[in-house]
């Protein structure tokens, strides 16, 4: 089974749905995905696959992989994938993406900032979630790729995606 198909696997397998009213921090640690039906207020932090449905109002910042929107988000979104808006989609707020699909008739109301795919140690540990001394300690040591400018090292998203996949990360 590959490492894809074993992934997309553990997300059916982790599907939580949200179809009352909420408020408060929602974060997952692990790979899921949430769909919101509902009201929620408050944060949102998700690994996995955000899903904000037809009937949903979410009052939050957001930070996750990917997220589809059928609903309506009030505030920031930050994906490190895509973000999705569908055709009754409407948003109010910032969004931070390496992709942004807007399907005609969907509302965005605020800024987009396409993320580079080069990032720096801090970005790494949370992406990782792995404190940020043992992402430069791999990096001092050449356990993990990366390119050091001035006395900052920056790593290059996409190749540090294949040493994960290549199992080098332990």
């Not at 998700?46 to 009052?59: D, M, P, Q, S």
């Amino acid at each position: 089974m590959g490492l894809r198909h074993k992934k997309e696997q553990d997300l059916k397998e982790h599907t939580i749905d949200v179809d009352a009213a909420m408020q408060g921090s929602l974060v997952f640690k692990d790979p899921v995905n949430l769909r919101i039906n509902g009201k929620f207020d408050g944060t949102l932090e998700v690994r996995g696959t955000l899903t904000i449905g037809e009937t949903a109002y979410v009052n939050a910042n957001i930070k996750c992989e990917n997220i589809t929107i059928a609903g309506r988000v009030k505030g920031d979104i930050e994906a490190e994938g895509k973000v999705e808006l569908l055709e009754r989609a409407a948003i109010e707020g910032n969004v931070k993406t390496q992709r942004l699909i807007i399907t005609d008739g969907a509302i965005f109301q605020g800024k987009c900032l396409m993320l580079e795919d080069i990032i720096g140690a801090d970005e790494l540990a949370r992406h990782l979630e792995l404190d940020k001394n043992t992402i430069l300690q791999w990096a001092d040591t050449g356990k993990i790729p990366g390119i050091k400018e001035d006395k900052e090292w920056k790593f290059d998203r996409k190749r540090i995606d294949s040493w994960i996949a290549s199992g080098k990360i332990s």
